[in-house]
């Protein structure tokens, strides 16, 4: 498998763990489990995107699918873990976290066909 392949299999799995995400969360609501589930599942994606950051810059994926995976990078670890564990923010603000899961699971999926596209 080639760097490219597996960038694009990598990207296809950040939008797929996106729909087990949702599901461990809402698992996690109803009481079947704790939602430190979800929060390790978080942490394989961060683990993932920075895989994906340094495949892009061994592989010269160009400036757009390096910034966009940086982007992606950037989005859980500070983004998301710092909606959730900053105490003092407003609900509506610590809100965001699901927006910005969806958003991480998109561009999972964009990074996936822009990389297939490539030469």
């Not at 920075?50 to 910034?67: E, F, N, S, Y």
């Not at 959730?84 to 899961?101: M, S, W």
Request: avoid cysteine; proline fraction near 3%; charged fraction near 10%.
């Amino acid at each position: 498998m080639n760097v490219k392949s597996l960038f694009i299999s990598l990207g296809k799995f950040v939008f797929m763990w996106g729909f087990v995400q949702i599901i461990l969360i809402g698992a996690a609501y109803f009481g079947v489990f704790s939602s430190d589930i979800h929060a390790l599942g978080g942490l394989l994606l961060a683990i993932v995107a920075l895989v994906m950051l340094i495949l892009a810059l061994v592989g010269r994926m160009g400036g757009t699918i390096i910034g966009l995976t940086l982007l992606v990078l950037l989005l859980l670890i500070p983004g998301q873990g710092f909606l959730l564990q900053t105490e003092g923010l407003p609900a509506y603000v610590k809100a965001l976290h699901p927006i910005f899961g969806i958003g991480i699971m998109f561009l999972g999926r964009s990074l996936a066909n822009r990389a297939e596209k490539l030469a």
